[in-house]
Nanobody, 125 residues
Framework: QVQLVESGGGLVQAGGSLRLSCAASGRTFSNYVMGWFRQAPGKEREFVAAINRSGGSTYYADSVKDRFTISRDNAKNTVNLQMNSLKPEDTAVYYC??????????????????WGQGTQVTVSS
């Protein structure tokens, strides 16, 4: 079973940038649709972005479109989330997730069955 470890979170001022990375173990990383989700205190976990197995197709939540970019490197078993023009409302714990169940891009947390431990992103105003 694949295991996921996120890194790259931190504190940044509004308008700044951060790059999150997710390292996956296992030899079948390229078989998984990968996604990023986030959860703010008192709120439900919400979809941020997803990328298909080859990296050729991506899908974004409207709230992050044109600011965030998801990418993957199947040779290095990593998926990244470049976050630009950050806003205070982007503050949340960010989770990397893998779907071993589906081959299409999915925005629902329940469609992903492997999760990382999360990394905190805090954007100050």
């Amino acid at each position: 079973q694949v295991q996921l470890v996120e890194s790259g979170g931190g504190l940044v001022q509004a308008g700044g940038s951060l790059r999150l990375s997710c390292a996956a173990s296992g030899r079948t990383f390229s078989n998984y649709v990968m996604g990023w989700f986030r959860q703010a205190p008192g709120k439900e976990r919400e979809f941020v972005a997803a990328i298909n197995r080859s990296g050729g197709s991506t899908y974004y939540a409207d709230s992050v479109k044109d600011r965030f970019t998801i990418s993957r490197d199947n040779a290095k078993n990593t998926v990244n989330l470049q976050m630009n023009s950050l806003k205070p409302e982007d503050t949340a714990v960010y989770y990397c997730a893998a779907s071993t169940l589906y081959y299409t891009l999915r925005p629902r947390p329940r469609d992903y069955d492997v999760w990382g431990q999360g990394t905190q992103v805090t954007v100050s105003s």
